[in-house]
């Protein structure tokens, strides 16, 4: 089982002695994001193909469908921050 060790600025997921770096925890959630996309979309196709299947195949098309605009809004917020800014003031 993989250990996973969050940090202030990175995320390691260890595999005995081998470590994968993210830099952020954006990226891990990215990333796993895409891969549960990718398995919605082949396990709804493999439900299209028999009648009985076709709802269920439907609703992970539906699901993988909105984790496909889930993409971009975790680019957003990855790629944003909120910091206070010392030039603003309301007494202007």
Do not use: C
């Amino acid at each position: 089982m993989p250990e996973i060790k969050k940090e202030k600025d990175y995320v390691e997921v260890k595999f005995g002695k081998y470590g994968l770096f993210f830099n952020r925890n954006y990226h891990l959630i990215a990333l796993a994001n895409e891969i549960m996309t990718g398995l919605w979309f082949v396990a709804g196709s493999f439900l299209f193909l028999s009648e009985k299947t076709k709802l269920i195949g439907t609703i992970l098309f539906i699901i993988g469908s909105t984790q496909l605009l889930i993409r971009p809004i975790l680019k957003i917020i990855h790629s944003m921050t909120l910091r206070r800014d010392p030039d603003f003031s309301q007494d202007k």
